[in-house]
């Protein structure tokens, strides 16, 4: 590859230290390089993108990713994500290791892994997600009721204070703080976990990720309230519901491309997590 995107999130390099290493080494070893720097969480112009890119470089952390995911969705490049944060999980090296990476990167020197995504739809509107789609409450601090139809056939009615759809990749998210399962990340499948069930027997569910999911915002008739959530795409999109509003959650046909190197693998990643606790 000749041609990189570099997105650097500046809150994570002010002095632009490891953006000028970055670009540096790309350049010694004869490549062309194009920087972009976040300044705010709002998406790239896509008029900045151009048709010669091969490959994505994101100074930054998991959050720094997700975000390129989102501002580059149309465009299915490699994305190589280099920790300048705390341990990640979707970055594959951190600072200390930035040199070979971007070496073995640039030499072709490294394997593509693909991550699904989900779809969430809701009348005209439609967003991926990498992480995980959360429905959650607006307003006031009280329990919401959802019905939950699987493949067209109704589960069951959870009452909790949200309900998270998510990825085996975002299975160490915001799922994984919910209570819900770590799966790993290239497997295909989708994971169902209320957030603060109310009811002791809501559990988190792991359907195929051919299913499609249905999730209906049911109105609260013990209360002459007006019942009001939002459906959550990585954290970074909204969309409001109200009772009786439904939202579709499916597979997406979009992937997302890692640059792995093969030298650290999720396992590995979990192991250092769980010890560092």
Known sequence: MDNFLLIVNQLKDPDGVFTRRAEEILRREGRNVRVIVKETEDQIDESLLRAEDECVVVLGGDGTVL???RDLRRRPLPILGINLGTLGYLTETDRSGMEEALQRTASGDYEVEERMMLCGSMGDRQEDALNDIVITRMGKMRMLSYRLYIG???LNTIQADGIIISTPTGSTAYNLSAGGPIIEPTARMILITPICSHTLGNRSIVISAEREIRIELA???RRA???RAEAVFD???YCEMEAGDSIVIRE???KVRLVRLGDRSFLETLHRKMTDI
């Open 152 to 154: 067209g056939h109704f």
């Open 252 to 254: 997406s046909e979009a």
């Open 67 to 69: 975000r390129a995911v």
């Open 235 to 237: 954290g970074a999109a």
């Open 225 to 227: 309230v007006c019942t």
């Open 219 to 221: 109105e609260d008739a």
